[in-house]
T-cell receptor, first 112, second 112 residues
């Protein structure tokens, strides 16, 4: 039973435009959310996180938005660059435990 | 440089053999994790450990075993009881609750 879902397996965006990656979750106990970037045959790299007390967190070109009522979060990358091409995973955890639940990933391609 | 080291990067075994994957961290993190990634799927938790000499099963622990005798080391043994052992295995660590996971670069295990 997938508690964290990324319904778009892939996304293509032109260089310089905005990339929006989406993630939905089902467990209302989740209170900490993260985005990771992954290249093939490498481990995921942490990008940005947000706790449930916030609805937005920004770090350079990356912004994560959290909509708790909709159980939805999104990652915005502006402007998109070819080096952003990778698989992006969202993840969530609950304060009551130390387990992280991951989505199935979205493969982003930024076209030069 | 602090980080997580997984070795080897590629591992080949015959069916019926046990195999141990190494994970070492020098980040001084208390918690360590093992995840498995299969094509088209997210990362699934095998085992995690929040402190030395203690560990808990994740969602897919069957056919795997771990030990945590030292803070910096969390080896994973894939036993012959694991029905589909061929996968990409990722080790991670974090400081504790609501802190991001840091990943190693993974071990690709192929069992024939």
């Amino acid at each position: 039973d997938q508690q964290v879902k990324q319904n778009s397996p892939s996304l293509s965006v032109q260089e310089g435009r905005i990339s929006i990656l989406n993630c939905d979750y089902t467990n209302s106990m989740f209170d900490y959310f993260l985005w990771y970037k992954k290249y093939p045959a490498e481990g995921p790299t942490f990008l940005i996180s947000i706790s449930s007390i916030k609805d937005k967190n920004e770090d350079g070109r990356f912004t994560v938005f959290l909509n708790k009522s909709a159980k939805h979060l999104s990652l915005h990358i502006v402007p998109s660059q070819p080096g952003d091409s990778a698989v992006y995973f969202c993840a969530a955890s609950a304060l009551t435990g130390n387990q992280f639940y991951f989505g199935t990933g979205t493969s982003l391609t930024v076209i030069p | 440089d602090g980080g997580i080291t997984q070795s080897p990067k590629y591992l080949f075994r015959k069916e019926g053999q046990n195999v141990t994957l190494s994970c070492e961290q020098n980040l001084n993190h208390d918690a360590m994790y093992w995840y498995r990634q299969d094509p088209g799927q997210g990362l699934r938790l095998i085992y995690y450990s929040q402190i030395v000499n203690d560990f808990q099963k994740g969602d897919i622990a069957e056919g795997y075993s771990v030990s945590r005798e030292k803070k910096e080391s969390f080896p994973l043994t894939v036993t012959s009881a694991q029905k589909n052992p061929t996968a990409f295995y990722l080790c991670a660590s974090n400081e504790g609750w609501n802190s991001p996971l840091h990943f190693g670069n993974g071990t690709r295990l192929t069992v024939t």
